[in-house]
T-cell receptor
Framework: GNSVTQMEGPVTLSEEAFLTINCTYTATGYPSLFWYVQYPGEGLQLLLKATKADDKGSNKGFEATYRKETTSFHLEKGSVQVSDSAVYFCALRGSSNTGKLIFGQGTTLQVKP | NAGVTQTPKFQVLKTGQSMTLQCAQDMNHNSMYWYRQDPGMGLRLIYYSASEGTTDKGEVPNGYNVSRLNKREFSLRLESAAPSQTSVYFC?????????????????FGNGTRLTVT
């Protein structure tokens, strides 16, 4: 079945450091891929998405490219801020599983000033 | 602009007690979902409702029931709570579940209900 694997956290960075959170997936067909972010005490919010191979999703300085050849959707940001501290979830929506979202286990990011 | 509203925010139950988690959305979305979030396990789908009048089991439905009361509201009921149901529960909604529209239809989440069963 479809699945998503994220790098384990927590990831601790200093402000202005470069961020990469790895995400790989297993799916049949052509899934859509998403990154969601969860700030403390809140629900998840969509951060960015990509719906086909080689698409790049971007938002708030974050980027992720849909790489079908490596089945990956790694999240990157060039310069993190303290306000980026949150839990980040990679997710996929398969093309043949009635459209339900499948989430990775989440990666906690802590950014220190 | 409320989005998805969940009540209550916190709840403590004793083993064997029952309760209903309420969820309402004001975005005229067709599909609604209940997830639970546990440390190291991400979000797991409990039940979902593709459209008003339909409900289906997700990955972890045992011990839960749901009701899609109308297009806006989707409740989750624990008939006899167990300590294994201690978790944070999230309700979500989206425009569509199936078909082409589902591809680009993100989920909108509530702020969660933190449930402890002792």
């Amino acid at each position: 079945g479809n699945s998503v694997t994220q790098m384990e956290g927590p990831v601790t960075l200093s402000e202005e450091a470069f961020l990469t959170i790895n995400c790989t997936y297993t799916a049949t067909g052509y899934p859509s891929l998403f990154w969601y972010v969860q700030y403390p005490g809140e629900g998840l919010q969509l951060l960015l998405k990509a719906t086909k191979a080689d698409d790049k999703g971007s938002n708030k300085g974050f980027e992720a490219t849909y790489r079908k050849e490596t089945t990956s959707f790694h999240l990157e940001k060039g310069s993190v801020q303290v306000s980026d501290s949150a839990v980040y979830f990679c997710a996929l929506r398969g093309s043949s599983n009635t459209g339900k979202l499948i989430f990775g286990q989440g990666t906690t990011l802590q950014v220190k000033p | 602009n409320a989005g998805v509203t969940q009540t209550p925010k916190f709840q403590v139950l004793k083993t064997g007690q029952s309760m209903t988690l309420q969820c309402a959305q004001d975005m005229n979305h067709n599909s609604m979902y209940w997830y639970r979030q546990d440390p190291g396990m991400g979000l797991r789908l409990i039940y979902y409702s593709a459209s008003e009048g339909t409900t289906d089991k997700g990955e972890v439905p045992n011990g839960y029931n749901v009701s899609r009361l109308n297009k806006r509201e989707f409740s989750l009921r624990l008939e006899s709570a167990a300590p294994s149901q201690t978790s944070v529960y999230f309700c979500a909604s989206s425009e569509a579940l199936m078909g082409q529209g589902a591809y680009n239809s993100p989920l909108h989440f509530g702020n969660g209900t933190r449930l402890t069963v002792t």
